[in-house]
């Protein structure tokens, strides 16, 4: 069993900078596939980034592409999204997922990838 918990969520202004942090528990965490997910109040949960094992390819939804930046730690087992030039639009709760420990097939956007999921920090941008 691999626990997330993610921190780093708050209420900023339209504009403004957030850095989530998932840590985890993972013994094995260099070798699994990391995600964030975000879903806001009535809406599905969306894929907003992920990373592979090897930290060589990261992966974006179009609505952060170039605004938002996952990165990780091997040596801290944390995971990070930086979030910029933040709109209300972002607002959210936000979820890092792991896969398995060494999966043959990462697909970043697809949920079903994932095995492991935090409980979520909210992100509130305010207009």
Known sequence: QVLLVESGGGLVQAGGSL???????????????MGWFRQA????RD?????????????YADSVKGRFTISRDNAKKVMYLQMDRLTAEDTAVYYCAATKSGVAYYAPAQATTYAYWGRGTQVTVSS
């Open 41 to 44: 109040p009535g809406k599905e």
């Open 47 to 59: 894929f907003i980034a992920g990373i592979s094992w090897s930290t060589t390819k990261t992966y």
């Open 19 to 33: 850095r989530l942090s998932c840590a985890t528990s993972a013994g094995t965490f260099s070798s699994l596939g």
